[in-house]
């Protein structure tokens, strides 16, 4: 259900409005207006997303009016009304005011009867057409994960609708063969009783089972005893508070912890992105214009010439500019949102030469990234920390994201970095599920210690605080922090277990962990090199902890950390993906295995990488 519906102008005057709730909050359209149509972060007929809520909108640009409905998230599965609804409403408001609008005399209308027949319509029309589509099961490419998918942002729409219709072809010949084969020889499990003792006494019999193989009842003797570890076995197998985990740490890694010290004793170092500024503005001589031969600029050399940039030749431009971006790992919509953004200043710009040309896109492009990737919030630990140890109490980071992104990993590298800045650091092992999550984190923990010199048993500078597996990691992380508040530990690193962003249980036990630990920062941890798969995992770890929580005003993810950027070359788009998606900033980036390869993003590095020729 449409929380809010609103016709607005582009300076954001409220025309006319429409309220199915009539507490709803104007606070994600005022967001909205003050990012998307201040600001100019996306094109036309996009979503865009705040607190708890989506926003669908259309900008006119005859009428130069914006149309804008509000829905919860919750209900996103439920409104794909929406946007026919948007196209039918700014067709006929358009139409319907067209004289008021040329005078520049319309201020307020009642148009409420009109849209509610409008509003009913949609609705009607969308049930009808998911109650015929949930009769017929959908093939993978018919869903909308696939056109995220790497073959699915790569293929046309034509493509891709002849890829559904030969397989399903292929389905339904599949399924023809399958009848014809179970015709063919007589179904003998329909038999009635009666039918079973005539086909005896002429002989016919039942068809044979087969011979069950002599070794079979020694199967079943040896399937009853169960090999389920429990009670004083499981314990005995228990290695999470073997001592030995401890002291293992190499001559080479004690050497290099120990440098390591001396490079983060300043703090974290800004990441520095190898760039090439020969290349940045493409070849003069370069007829061919392809990207790799001169970046994002080469695109350029066919329009100049003319007197002015037009919407006629820019838009092919700017198709390269997206598939360029797109190979540099920002996400397919992302990518369009930047190139709408680039397009929306071009338009109508004076140029001369070529050189002109290039310093309006490299201006309004960077410009674009600089403000996605400048972070609203500046995140500032050692500080708060320090304020918090002021107060008696210790700040927590949660570390969360899907398995295998090397969240254990970089947390180490986190309390190495605050080992270097004299803070005193308790790390919960909350991930109570995965083997061997405990003893990485025991393992790290007794590395850091050799490395710093730690001999205080009793009094340890970093400890890990576990409770074994098959836990609750919430009641972990809380008891972790009790006892960080009595030991007098500056900070709580709270480990939590890799999980899918649609493992629904999972996703509940973490709502639940945040709940009731209070954090005071909340980290997603992803990987720089998988893109578009990136932007739908943090999306969807956002709406978990949106829709999970009970709390009326729930807590999201504050800050990300990028694993892996040190493999993804000069392909760093999944920088500009996730930051834009979601307007956190990227609070690091791991660059190594070494506990010293933590930085900070450059942001004006990463710009220059993007804008760089693909490399081949």
């Known amino acids: 259900m449409l929380d809010v519906f609103t016709v607005l102008t582009r300076g ?12 709803s909050t104007f606070d994600p359209i005022n967001k909205f207006i003050e990012d998307v149509l201040i600001e100019g972060k996306g094109g036309s007929q996009e979503t865009y997303h705040v607190q708890n809520y989506g926003i669908q909108y259309r900008i006119d640009a005859a009428s130069d009016l914006v149309f804008v409905a509000m829905f919860s998230k919750g209900v996103e599965g439920e409104i794909g009304y929406v946007g026919p609804l948007l196209d039918t409403v700014v067709k006929d408001f358009t139409k319907r005011y067209k004289d008021e609008l040329e005078e520049g005399v319309l201020q307020s209308v009642d148009y409420t009867k009109v849209f509610e027949k409008a509003y009913a319509l949609k609705r009607e029309e969308f049930i009808a057409e998911q109650t015929t589509k949930s009769k017929t099961a959908r093939i993978f490419e018919e869903t909308e994960k696939y056109t995220r998918s790497t073959e699915g942002t790569i293929l046309t729409k034509k493509d891709i609708q002849k890829k559904i219709e030969e397989k399903k072809k292929q389905l339904d010949d599949n399924s023809n063969d399958d009848d014809d084969e179970s015709g063919s020889e007589e179904d003998t499990t329909k038999l009635t009783m009666k039918e079973r003792l005539e086909r005896l006494k002429k002989g016919k019999g039942s068809p044979r089972k087969p011979k069950r193989s002599t070794s079979s009842s020694s199967t079943v003797a040896q399937n009853k005893t169960s090999t389920m570890v429990v009670g004083e076995s499981r314990r005995n197998l228990d290695r999470s508070t073997d001592k030995h985990l401890k002291d293992h740490i190499s001559p080479e890694e004690l050497k290099q912890g120990r440098e390591d010290i001396q490079l983060l004793s300043g703090g974290v170092m800004d990441l520095e992105v190898d760039d090439d500024d020969s290349g940045l503005l493409g070849q003069e001589d370069d007829s061919s214009s392809s990207s790799s031969a001169g970046g994002i600029f080469g695109f350029f050399q066919r329009i100049t010439g003319t007197a002015d940039l037009t919407e006629e030749n820019v838009k092919p431009v700017l198709e390269q500019m997206e598939q360029h971006l797109m190979g540099k790992n920002v996400a397919a919509d992302v990518a369009q949102k930047l190139c709408a953004s680039v397009g929306e200043k071009l338009i109508g710009q004076k140029k001369g030469t070529l050189t002109t040309i290039k310093s309006v896109v490299k201006e309004s492009l960077n410009s674009s990234l600089q403000q996605i990737l400048a972070p609203r919030r500046q995140f500032n630990i050692l500080r708060d920390a320090k304020d918090c140890k002021g107060r008696g109490i210790p700040y927590s980071i949660v570390f969360c994201g899907v398995n295998g992104v090397g969240k254990s990993t970089n947390l180490a590298k986190i309390a190495f970095w605050l080992l270097t800045q004299k803070m005193r650091v308790l790390i919960a092992a909350g991930d109570t599920f995965r083997s061997g999550a405990v003893e990485q984190l025991l393992t790290h923990c007794g590395k850091l210690r050799k490395i710093f010199n730690d001999t205080d048993d009793d009094n340890p500078i970093v400890k890990v605080f576990d409770q074994g597996y098959g836990k609750n990691d919430a009641q972990v992380a809380k008891e972790a922090l009790h006892l960080a508040k009595t030991n007098k530990y500056d900070i709580v690193l709270i480990d939590t277990a890799g999980r899918m962003q649609n493992n629904e249980p999972l996703m ?30 943090l999306t969807k770890f956002n709406q978990a902890l949106q829709n999970y929580s009970p709390d009326t005003t729930p807590r999201t993810i504050d800050g990300i950390l990028l694993t892996k950027f040190d493999t993804v070359d000069d392909k760093v788009g999944s920088a500009i993906s996730m930051t834009y998606i979601t307007g956190q900033p990227i609070v690091f980036v791991g660059t190594g295995q070494h506990y010293s390869d933590l930085r900070n993003l450059n942001i004006a590095s990463v710009a220059k990488a993007l804008l760089q020729p693909l490399k081949k």
């Open 508 to 537: 509940r036990s973490l709502a639940q962990l945040v709940t009731i630990t209070h954090p005071n920062l909340i980290l997603f941890v992803g990987e720089a090199l998988v893109g578009n798969e990136a932007v739908d995992q």
């Open 12 to 23: 954001g005057l409220v025309l006319w409005c429409f309220q199915s709730v009539q507490q």
